[in-house]
């Protein structure tokens, strides 16, 4: 059978190109040794587009992610631009691709890899096991609800937190939907002791919750969870969360696999799938070819998963990132307190995770001739 996948590909800004090669020479591996079709069309989004064609979201890359079967973005983002208005920065391309994809739920694994618990601020014994999956709202509360203004003669400011039962009740159902292929555990993390939409919140997720009689429920104030991912990351399997609070609470969560740059995400329920590390365009370090590209190789393995049903190959792309963890390879970022560890560039990372990539496969296939 040959798989055909029509894969668009908005690299963006600063370290953007640097780790989606990385994940795309994955994926061609994949494509090679799974004989699949997977064809790959190359757009801009955020700073680069506003350089060559004046907006952050062109027309040809919008019609293009409407015309594919996914969408991997790198990041968007550049200091050059700091001093615009939100809806015309780098940032807001991101904002209107998203809204134009319509996915609305937004999943965000946090795991504790084996080995790289050294790298983490938390102790060895609070983060070694951690496996969090976060489900986050991503289509409404306070990043889309109107009115929102910066009022500058009255110096006033707002925003506005809004929900609707609908849109709690299908950003639930795939943490429940979720948490049942996992550990059973759903987490809902809002405000209500203070915001009337969190009370909404609660009283939708509970209510949702009746639907999935194998699937526990807890209910967390934001503030309090903060500090129990920090205390007890091990506790928590799928968490559900609004927008804000998700975005927050999820690179909090990074933590636990000690990099930023080891985060995937996939966006999806809409019309195409989207899918981004969760770190950004880190001006930092871009163009050094120091960036870590396994949150990016990590992000091409929920595209195969969600995106194309090919969980086996998703699973080899994991296996593969571990193996070479496990074999003492680092990017910088993973590098520190580690004294042993064998410090690899962007571009190292990536060829050594295709190459152990196809051994596994390799593996897998001669044991399906025998
Ligand atoms: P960032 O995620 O870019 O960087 C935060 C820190 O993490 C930096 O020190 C950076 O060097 C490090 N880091 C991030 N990814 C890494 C990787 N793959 N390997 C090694 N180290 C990595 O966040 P920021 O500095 O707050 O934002 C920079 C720009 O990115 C801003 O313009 C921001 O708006 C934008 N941003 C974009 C996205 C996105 O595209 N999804 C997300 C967050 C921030």
Redesign the pocket.
């Given at each position: 059978m040959t798989k055909k996948l029509n894969i668009l590909i908005v690299a963006?800004?600063?370290?953007?190109p640097e780790?989606t090669s990385e994940a795309v020479r994955v994926l061609k591996s994949v494509a090679e040794m799974g004989g699949y079709d997977f064809q790959f069309r190359h757009e801009l989004i955020?700073g680069v587009a506003i350089d060559a064609h004046g907006t952050p979201l062109p027309q040809a890359t919008l019609h293009a992610a409407l015309a594919s079967d996914a969408v991997l973005?790198?990041?968007?983002?550049?200091?050059k631009?700091?001093a615009l208005p939100p809806g015309e920065?780098?940032?807001a391309g991101?904002l209107q691709i998203r809204a134009a994809l319509g996915g609305f739920a937004n999943l965000r694994p946090s795991f504790a890899w084996p080995g790289l618990s050294s790298n983490s601020p938390l102790r060895p014994e609070v983060v070694e096991g951690a496996d969090i999956l976060f489900v986050r709202e991503l289509l409404g509360g306070l990043y889309f609800g109107q009115p929102r203004q910066w009022d500058k003669q009255a110096n006033a400011a707002w925003n506005t937190m809004r929900y609707t039962r609908d849109e709690v009740v299908r950003v639930a159902k795939v943490a429940f939907e979720l948490a049942g292929k996992r550990r059973k555990k759903v987490t809902s993390v809002d405000k209500a002791n203070v915001l009337e939409v969190s009370q909404l919140w609660r009283a939708t997720v509970t209510e949702v919750a009746q639907q999935y009689p194998g699937v526990a429920l807890e209910h967390q104030y934001v503030d309090a969870m903060a500090m129990h991912i920090m205390n007890t990351p091990r506790s928590f399997d799928v968490v559900l969360t609004e927008n804000l609070f998700g975005d927050i609470l999820s690179?909090e969560a990074g933590v636990i696999t000690g990099?930023?740059?080891?985060l995937p995400s996939a966006t999806i329920g809409g019309k195409v799938d989207l899918y981004?590390?969760?770190?950004?365009?880190?001006?930092?370090?871009a163009g050094k070819g120091?960036?870590?590209?396994?949150?990016?190789i990590l992000t091409a393995a929920m595209l195969l998963r969600h995106s194309a049903g090919l969980d086996q190959d998703a699973d080899a792309i994991e296996a593969a990132v571990k193996k070479v963890l496990d074999q003492g390879y680092r990017?910088?970022?993973l590098a520190r307190g580690d004294k042993s560890a064998q410090v690899l560039s962007?571009t190292d990372m990536g060829s050594r995770v295709a190459a152990a990539l196809n051994e596994i496969i390799d593996r897998r296939q001669a044991m399906h001739a025998v």
């Open positions: 963006g800004d600063g370290i953007g780790v955020g973005l790198g990041a968007v983002g550049h200091n631009f700091n920065r780098p940032e991101l690179d990099s930023l740059g080891m981004e590390p969760v770190h950004g365009s880190a001006p930092d370090i120091i960036a870590n590209p396994i949150g990016a990017t910088a970022d962007t």
